[in-house]
């Protein structure tokens, strides 16, 4: 084990994962994980029949039905509103919504319509002479694929939300196109066409197909019905078997690259399917019934088999070195739940590097026949490891590293092949992280010369003890690693921050939210150069309270006893402080005032005018939950920070009443405001008109005022 750090090969942000081969894989902000199977049976939402559904970017789900009504499901509602359809929009066989509305392919079929999404208004209509709509699709940005056809034919053009149309894309080697979709991360267009049904893939620039799949051997003499997709990684496509195998109904889910997702049964009841539309978490059917969604499921349900993805990393080098070590281990952050398993494997050659990285320019192929291309080429030397996960299925399972040596490779270039599954009834594992090492320093170099000689010995009993020492305390080496960072106030956790807060001495309180705790240890230095002063203070409040919501006010510093002026005197500027003896503290001579003077009550004392001196009054302004949060603690923290003589006042007061009012120069003397009662007005600057008096624009110039 050592400290030094070791050099690696690291996948984890988006850019690193786009440098890999993803199959059957699904990104999202944890990591990569297989795609998730959905849930069954679906919820229903009966209508009179239904067809033509869609998604709009506010997440309500719109169908039409056969009376010409259209519903609308909304992420608040059980229940869908209905409303009558324009009848353009209630005939149509599919509707795409994006932000700039709802579009239809229009009557005749050499036009697209645009309708308002809301009112249904028609907002547009973009005519293509002698050309044939056969189906429209989105583009999940902001405009609609349109695929023609015109004299057998077929093209694909965009038109955005101005009616402009793009160049078209030509597909070759199809015939009878009944339906298509686009999918944005693959950039690949896939068609229903043939005589005898396929599913065919081209590539966003068109030409000849990638490769097709006959829909009638995706189950017994099946025959589809309606195809949809998210518009994103996968595509549905809806169906029944033949009589003669029971006339089952189903939804086959592909990926990108043509690889089975598996299928989703349906009650015979919903079909034929009259439509589908997708999104991340859910899809939706339309059948004789009405709608059905169905949502992806946490764990793998009965009947759904095995889910797996894989993931192929790019071709990896390893420098040459005097020792002639090449590689040390792979690292794999997975949460694995009980029921999944994570499989390490490998492939290296000290081949030139082609020989591993030229499939990759072949277009033709898809990832999921890379990734099989590179791991059954003949004559480079492969291993793999397996993990299996263990707990308690019920809970969620916390990423941990799985490691797998790779010490005994002496080639340059080397892939790495992930392997994820779950199998029925387990949740999904997901590989957050994925570390690659290559020899810095390892822990042959501490063992004596005639020891180290050991590794060159082939099936070295000694070499494969030390690396089994190195990957299982890959985890010790992470934590010595680490430890600088545990310290420092940008990167340490909280239970460090409330140790190095107790450690510099400054202000604290564990139930400070990780925010204020962050702030006031990067302030560590000011607050303890400053402890005492105002500027001390004023940091300590600045840490705490956000936009600086705050006023501290010390009588003694900022106002002062008034002096009376005179001759050379200027006296003193208002506001200040008026001090003498209390009433009690009055004589009986040529000074007392009648009706003035009295007597102390109990606990008064004579203290004189000291006892303005020393005095802090701090305002915060904050609302009721921040006040409640922040009052347990706040005027302990601020008491740490003045001195011992100081007296603390704390009042808790609006935003609006940090306002000023202060007679020293920075504001102009006006009349007095109209007296009224709301959230401005002012208390004992408002006054009320003598009797008799009239209240003018410029505001009353006698009155009383409120107390």
């Not at 595509?235 to 033949?242: I, N």
């Not at 990832?367 to 490891?385: C, F, I, K, N, W």
């Not at 004023?538 to 002096?563: K, M």
Request: charged fraction near 25%.
């Amino acid at each position: 084990m050592s400290a030094d750090k070791l050099k690696s090969y690291r996948f984890a942000t988006d850019a690193q994962w786009n440098a890999c081969l993803l199959v059957q894989a699904d990104r999202n902000s944890k990591g990569i994980r297989p795609f998730p199977p959905y849930g069954r049976p679906g919820t229903s939402y009966e209508s009179r029949a239904a067809h033509a559904p869609t998604v709009t970017r506010a997440g309500e789900v719109l169908w039409l039905d056969d009376d010409g009504a259209l519903h609308r499901l909304s992420r608040c509602n059980d229940e869908p509103d209905t409303c009558v359809a324009p009848v353009a929009l209630a005939s149509a066989t599919r509707v795409v919504a994006n932000s700039n509305g709802l579009w239809v392919a229009g009557d005749p079929p050499q036009s697209i319509q645009r309708y308002e999404e809301d009112t249904l208004t028609r907002l547009l209509t973009v005519d293509l002479p002698y050309l044939r709509v056969v189906d429209i699709a989105s583009d999940a940005r902001h405009s609609v694929m349109v695929l023609t056809e015109r004299d057998g034919s077929y093209r694909i053009m965009s038109v955005d939300s101005a009616g402009h149309v793009d160049e078209p894309v030509d597909l070759k080697d199809i015939s009878h196109a009944q339906a298509f979709v686009y999918l944005r991360n693959s950039q690949r267009f896939v068609v229903l066409a043939g005589k005898y049904p396929q599913l065919y893939w081209f590539s966003e620039k068109g030409g000849r197909p990638l490769f097709s799949h006959p829909v009638a051997a995706m189950h017994p003499c099946f025959t589809a019905h309606s195809l949809g997709s998210d518009s994103r990684d996968k595509v549905f496509l809806a169906g029944v078997e033949s009589e003669d195998f029971g006339r089952g109904a189903y939804v086959i889910i592909f990926d990108g690259d043509g690889n089975s997702l598996g299928d989703v049964p349906l009650d015979r009841l919903d079909a034929p399917a009259t439509g589908i539309t997708a999104t991340r978490d859910s899809f939706w059917i339309t059948g004789p019934r009405g709608l059905v969604r169905f949502d992806v499921a946490e764990v793998v349900p009965e009947g759904a088999g095995q889910v797996s993805c894989m993931l192929m990393t790019p071709v990896l080098f390893s420098p040459d070195r005097e020792d002639q070590r090449r590689w040390l281990r792979v690292e794999a952050t997975t949460s694995l739940p009980p029921g999944s398993k994570l499989e390490i494997s490998w492939a290296a050659t000290d081949d030139p590097p082609e020989r591993l990285a030229t499939i990759n320019t072949d277009y033709s192929l898809s990832a999921s026949q890379l990734v099989a291309h590179v791991l059954s080429e003949p004559d480079l030397p492969r291993g793999r490891t397996v993990f299996y996960g263990d707990g308690d299925s019920e809970e969620e399972t916390e990423p941990a590293t799985f490691a797998a040596p790779l010490f005994d490779i002496k080639k340059r270039h080397l892939r790495v092949c992930i392997t994820l599954s779950a199998a029925t009834g387990a949740r999904l594992p997901v590989l957050s992280e994925l570390s690659v090492f290559y020899p810095g320093r390892t822990l042959m170099e501490d063992l004596p010369a005639i020891y180290q000689r050991e590794e060159e010995q082939p099936n070295s009993f000694l070499r494969q003890l030390v690396g089994v020492l190195e990957t299982t305390t890959h985890a010790l080496d992470a934590r010595i690693a680490s430890m600088g960072s545990q310290i420092h106030p940008a990167t340490a956790e909280e239970p460090w921050l409330n140790f190095i807060a107790r450690w510099l001495g400054v202000p604290w309180d564990d139930g400070l939210n990780l925010e204020q705790k962050h702030a006031i240890v990067n302030r560590g230095a000011d607050l303890a150069k400053a402890r005492g002063t105002r500027a001390g203070l004023e940091a300590l409040l600045e840490a705490l309270i956000p936009s600086r919501r705050f006023r501290v006010t010390d009588v003694t510093a900022d106002f002062g006893f008034a002096v009376v002026g005179g001759g050379s005197c200027t006296g003193s500027a208002l506001p200040a402080m008026l001090g003498g003896h209390t009433r009690w503290r009055a004589e009986l001579d040529s000074r007392a005032a009648l009706g003035y003077m009295r007597l102390p009550c109990a606990g008064e004392l004579e203290d004189g005018a000291w006892q303005l001196a020393g005095k802090v009054r701090i305002e915060v302004a904050a609302t009721a939950a921040e006040r409640k949060a922040w009052e347990p603690w706040l005027l302990t923290l601020i008491k740490e920070m003045v001195p011992l003589t100081a007296r603390l006042e704390l009042h808790w007061i609006t935003t609006q009443a940090l306002r000023t009012n202060r007679l020293d120069g920075t504001m102009t003397i006006e009349s007095a405001p109209l007296p009224h009662l709301g959230a401005d007005a002012i208390t004992n600057l408002a006054h009320l008109p003598e009797r008799g008096a009239r209240l003018s624009r410029s505001g009353a110039t006698i009155g009383l005022r409120l107390r």
